[in-house]
């Protein structure tokens, strides 16, 4: 995704590895996954972005009868400032949220697809 560039601070990906990151806004985030579990298609992360939220995002993943990958996303986001109710409230919205899920989507279809080209 653009942007998304993660420093990882330690571990890889599994359980309590730590990264962060940063928005567009300049907004840094810790990033904990808190439960990595391949074979069941499960993946949860812990964040905090200090003075505006803390949130849980947990993906799952599941092979249709029909092929390719259904991705569920659930986030749970607690605001700490008036900011962070404004990002809140914004983030949930639904237009704001489906067109996120939709670049995350396309991107990492893209990414995919890249790394099925190199092999």
């Not at 003075?51 to 990958?69: K, W």
Request: hydrophobic fraction near 40%.
């Amino acid at each position: 995704m653009p942007g998304w560039n993660p420093e990882i601070l330690s571990g890889a990906e599994e359980r309590g590895s730590v990264f962060r990151t940063q928005n567009g806004h300049g907004q840094e985030a810790i990033w904990i996954v808190t439960e990595y579990k391949p074979l069941e298609g499960r993946v949860s992360y812990a964040s905090t972005a200090l003075g505006s939220h803390i949130g849980l995002v947990d993906v799952a993943c599941a092979e249709p009868a029909a092929g390719g990958t259904d991705v569920s996303v659930r986030y749970t986001l607690t605001a700490l400032s008036e900011a962070g109710r404004a990002f809140v409230r914004k983030f949930l919205e639904t237009g704001h949220y489906s067109r996120m899920i939709d670049e995350w989507r396309a991107a990492t279809a893209d990414a995919l697809a890249k790394s099925r080209s190199t092999k």
